[in-house]
T-cell receptor
Framework: AQTVTQSQPEMSVQEAETVTLSCTYD???????LFWYKQPPSRQMILVIR??????QNATENRFSVNFQKAAKSFSLKISDSQLGDTAMYFC???????????????FGGGTRVLVKP | DSGVTQTPKHLITATGQRVTLRCSPR?????VYWYQQSLDQGLQFLIQ???????AKGNILERFSAQQFPDLHSELNLSSLELGDSALYFC???????????????FGPGTRLTVL
């Protein structure tokens, strides 16, 4: 079974600064997908960014980028130019490449609470 | 707005009771997923349906059951409720249910269940 670990329960950052969230995972799979989801106070789960394990290039979405280290099984999220609206819980998630009818559940880490201060 | 709808938003009930949570996926999505978010267990996958058929099962209790109807909406039935079942229940949907990164799971706003 896969496990996802987020070692930072809480982080704070000043507006316009950069913050990096850590995520490590444990799997014996070679092909899989990684995601970061954001959960603001509204409780809605919003996809922030995704990464295919077979791709060397790190994914980027506007102010959000990842540092994917496959050998180290690490998948960190960097939020640049932090904004007040980035205040949320951030979850790292893993999905193995099962193919066909095997299903594709997400396995989530415990989350990191990010507080952006004005 | 993800396009996934869930009703009701809040549900308060007593131990031993039975409730039904409803989910309508995004237009065109064939897969529906149910997740439970609780303080002690975090976010856990419960079950996945694809075009009316069960595709994958996670840590779903025997007291819980789900189905997906021909119009693709899904219902999660929770029975013999216990205090520990209090949680936020999310429904998510995706286009095909195939394990690719492009088959993104979009989440509904959740149903907050409180068992007293």
């Amino acid at each position: 079974a896969q496990t996802v670990t987020q070692s930072q329960p809480e982080m704070s950052v000043q507006e316009a600064e950069t913050v990096t969230l850590s995520c490590t995972y444990d799997t014996s799979e070679s092909n899989y997908y990684l995601f970061w989801y954001k959960q603001p106070p509204s409780r809605q789960m919003i996809l922030v960014i995704r990464q295919e394990a077979y791709k060397q290039q790190n994914a980027t979405e506007n102010r959000f980028s990842v540092n994917f280290q496959k050998a180290a099984k690490s998948f960190s999220l960097k939020i640049s130019d932090s904004q007040l609206g980035d205040t949320a819980m951030y979850f790292c998630a893993f999905m193995k490449h099962a193919g066909g009818a095997a299903g594709n559940k997400l396995t989530f880490g415990g989350g990191t609470r990010v507080l952006v201060k004005p | 707005d993800s396009g996934v709808t869930q009703t009701p938003k809040h549900l308060i009930t007593a131990t031993g009771q039975r409730v039904t949570l409803r989910c309508s996926p995004r237009s065109g999505d064939l897969s529906v997923y149910w997740y439970q978010q609780s303080l002690d267990q975090g976010l856990q996958f419960l079950i996945q349906y694809y075009n009316g058929e069960e595709r994958a099962k996670g840590n779903i209790l025997e007291r819980f059951s789900a189905q997906q109807f021909p119009d693709l909406h899904s219902e999660l039935n929770l029975s013999s409720l216990e205090l520990g079942d209090s949680a936020l229940y999310f429904c998510a949907s995706s286009t095909s249910g195939q394990s690719t990164s492009t088959d993104t799971q979009y989440f509904g706003p959740g149903t907050r269940l409180t068992v007293l």
